[in-house]
């Protein structure tokens, strides 16, 4: 019963490649993100998204891009990788009611290695 | 711009003893604040929560937290640390009204001696 799921969980690729980053949630929430965990460990948002708005981290390069194909689902996809871009990343949920902010959900992680 | 600093990188600490691990913030509003703990190749798990009214938020596996205004600091405690607490801790603010943004602090890395 897992509630915030991620495929692969590890991702080898070379650079250059495109590669996409799957993401699933079974809470019905309404929010969902993505986060890149640097090799310091620090955390940075990339994207929110909720069936109405995209909020895109305005440091993320184009190369990145979200996808959902409906609101259980935000995929991560990633053009002409680069070494930079390995990394672990994190997809979240939340329930979003009204303005307020509730805790995020986060799913199992996917690293991914650059070479 | 929200920021939050955790001054600590890496605390260790003995199994039994008490813990605090500090967190300071920079918002401008009310804050919503949260300490989330990540176990080793794992994602992160909500420890506890602050959106309003009681300044002491008690959370799972026996962590607290005390919110004070005046020292924009929001320090998690527990009174007595067991060797499955060894993690990473991190400490972050939601950063704008819809709580969408959530700005995480740097962690800070809690070990736990025997």
């Known amino acids: 019963d897992t509630a915030v799921s991620q495929t692969p969980k590890y991702l080898v690729t070379q650079m250059g490649n495109d590669k996409s980053i799957k993401c699933e949630q079974n809470l019905g929430h309404d929010t969902m993100y993505w986060y890149k965990q640097d090799s310091k460990k620090f955390l940075k948002i990339m994207f929110s998204?909720?069936?109405?708005?995209?909020?895109i981290n305005e440091t993320v390069p184009n190369r990145f891009s979200p996808k959902s194909p409906d609101k259980a689902h935000l995929n991560l996809h990633i053009n002409s990788l680069e070494l930079g871009d390995s990394a672990v990343y994190f997809c979240?949920?939340?329930?979003?009611?009204?303005?307020?902010?509730?805790?995020?959900?986060f799913g199992p992680g996917t690293r991914l290695t650059v070479t | 711009a929200q920021s939050v600093t955790q001054p600590d990188i890496h605390i260790t600490v003995s199994e039994g003893a008490s813990l605090e691990l500090r967190c300071n913030y920079s918002y401008g509003a009310t804050p919503y604040l949260f300490w989330y703990v990540q176990s080793p190749g794992q994602g992160l798990q909500l420890l506890l929560k602050y959106f309003s009214g009681d300044t002491l938020v008690q959370g799972i596996k026996g962590f607290e937290a005390e919110f004070k205004r005046s020292q924009s600091s929001f320090n998690l405690r527990k009174p007595s640390v067991h060797w499955s607490d060894a993690a990473e801790y991190f400490c972050a603010v939601a950063a704008d009204n819809y709580g969408q943004n959530f700005v995480f602090g740097p962690g800070t890395r809690l070990s736990v001696l025997p």
């Open positions: 998204y909720n069936n109405k708005e995209l909020i």
């Open positions: 979240a949920s939340s329930p979003l009611k009204g303005k307020a902010s509730y805790e995020q959900y």
